[in-house]
């Protein structure tokens, strides 16, 4: 393979790789979704709202972790925004796991925005 062609590929290496970090995200958040709505089916003391509430903390701890990065290409008030808005599921999430609350479908339909931001 000639330097060209080495170098034509990495190009369109670092093009696709925001493409495929924002499919992955997504790809996160759908995998969130579905088990929050299971969470919703099986009521906020079920092992399945269990399991999707420890997901949903994890997911947004590595968002907001990439987030607060300043080396993350997303202009700075948009991550601002996306922080403020990890920190609220995080804290819904603590109210339904604590039983002070039952509203997955806030949650359900936080992360469908958010999913659909990323298509």
């Known amino acids: 393979m000639t330097v060209e062609a080495h170098t034509a590929a990495y190009a369109e290496l670092l093009e696709d790789t925001p493409r495929l970090a924002r499919e992955r995200e ?3 958040i759908e995998r969130g979704i ?3 709505r299971l969470a ?3 009521g906020p003391g079920s092992r399945e709202a269990a399991e999707a509430l420890l997901y ?3 997911l947004w701890s590595i968002l907001m972790e990439d987030l607060a990065n300043p ?3 997303l202009p700075r008030e ?3 925004n996306l922080i403020s808005i990890g920190i609220w ?3 819904e999430a603590d109210q339904i796991r604590l039983g002070q609350s039952e509203n997955f479908s806030a949650l359900i339909d936080v992360m469908k925005a958010i999913g659909e931001g990323l298509r």
């Open 71 to 73: 080396e993350n290409d």
């Open 89 to 91: 599921v995080m804290r």
């Open 34 to 36: 579905d088990l929050l």
């Open 26 to 28: 997504r790809a996160a």
């Open 40 to 42: 919703q089916e099986k």
């Open 56 to 58: 949903l903390n994890q």
């Open 78 to 80: 948009l991550r601002a």
